[in-house]
């Protein structure tokens, strides 16, 4: 069985057409992006959202840079989009692995005219946008192997086609089961406070005609504990050198539950994830987004006036709990200090 690749994000002559994931899975609004001022405000607003779709997105807005700042010089313009966008979320190192990988490519193309600069850009972002499909694309073949579809397999946010230039990570792994013949079942955890799990996942698993059934985040530990689930499958925005990750909120106690429960718990993410100069997961930065998504579901208030919250958008799941990490160059497992070194190094 093959199923369609899904492209959330995808160049369409010199405009970067993208989904608006606020608005599924209601409506399918597709957005139309030329510069990347717009694009910064598509990451930041989550229009856009997952660590690899965020790096693809803020390679189209750095190839975009020319296009704003009318007769400053090249360099300066590169350099003004590269900040604003490097600015909209800190957790997730696709943004900043993509953002080098272009100034790079700046870098050894800056001698050439405008346009040729630009043609060069774009074509970078092109690349990065290809290698990520396929690395999806590879880390389901992996990944496949490590589920037999004799139970769920349990998921959080949204790890899929969605989260990626296409294919997905998480769900990449889910699609490479189905497409071996296995009879893949999926539970997905809703993902409070923005829904990813309910909104996003089920719409995508839904629209391959995959098996999915939504549940609250607090229902995890039940189904674990009765032995519906076969493992835990998650994605990642940054992953240590050590093996910690970096993923969305609720991720580090799903993983704690899966222990406790001697149920396997696997991350799924491109080496582009794996942050070999992080030494551990106290260094990765935890964005905390504002208040005011967790006190209102659906632009209506859930809490008295006057109360505050807190939101931090990412939790750090400790390596020891992580049975193995799915790259597109292999499957690693401890110590992760060696395995995601020869995964990821150069």
């Known amino acids: 069985m093959s199923l369609e690749i899904f492209r959330p994000l995808y160049r369409e002559g010199g ?63 590169f350099g003004t989009a590269r900040r604003l966008l490097a600015a909209t979320r800190p957790t997730a190192v696709n943004l900043f692995a993509a953002l080098e990988r272009m100034e790079r490519r700046f870098a050894s193309a800056a001698a050439g005219s405008p346009e040729t600069l630009e043609a060069a850009l774009v074509a970078e972002a092109d690349a990065i946008a290809a290698e990520d499909i396929e690395a999806c694309r590879s880390i389901g073949r992996l990944g496949a192997a ?50 990813q799990g309910a909104r996003l996942t089920a719409w995508e698993l839904s629209r391959d005609g995959i098996p999915v059934e939504i549940i609250t985040d607090n229902m995890a530990g039940h189904f674990l504990s009765r032995g519906a689930v076969e493992a835990v499958v998650v994605g990642a925005d940054r992953i240590a050198s050590n093996g910690d990750v970096a993923n969305k909120i609720g991720t580090y106690g799903l993983a704690v539950l899966a222990r406790e429960n001697g149920i396997p ?82």
Not at 165 to 194: D, F, H, M, Q
Not at 293 to 300: H, I, N
Not at 305 to 324: E, N
Request: aromatic content about 6%.
């Open 15 to 77: 405009v970067l057409r993208l989904l608006d994931q606020r608005r599924l899975p209601g409506e399918e609004v597709w957005l139309e992006l030329t510069r990347a001022p717009e694009i910064a405000v598509a990451i930041r607003d989550m229009a856009v959202r997952g660590a690899p779709a965020i790096g693809v997105a803020a390679a189209y807005g750095a190839a975009f840079a020319l296009r704003s700042g009318g007769s400053t010089p090249a360099a300066e313009r």
């Open 146 to 195: 490590l589920l037999s579809g004799e139970r769920a397999v349990l998921t959080h946010c949204n790890a899929g086609a969605l989260a990626t230039a296409g294919y997905g990570t998480a769900l990449g792994v889910i699609r490479g089961a189905v497409e071996a013949g296995k009879p893949i079942r999926v539970l997905a955890g809703e993902t409070r406070p923005y829904l």
């Open 265 to 346: 718990f696997y991350v799924a993410a491109p080496t582009t994830t794996v942050d070999l100069a992080c030494v551990d997961g106290a260094a990765i930065p935890i964005e905390e987004r504002p208040g005011s998504e967790v006190l209102t579901f659906a632009g209506q208030a859930i809490a008295p006036a006057g109360v505050g919250a807190r939101y931090a958008a990412f939790d750090v799941t400790p390596a020891r709990y992580v049975t193995a990490i799915v790259t597109e160059k292999g499957i690693c497992r401890p110590p992760y200090a060696e395995s995601l070194r020869r995964a990821a190094g150069p």
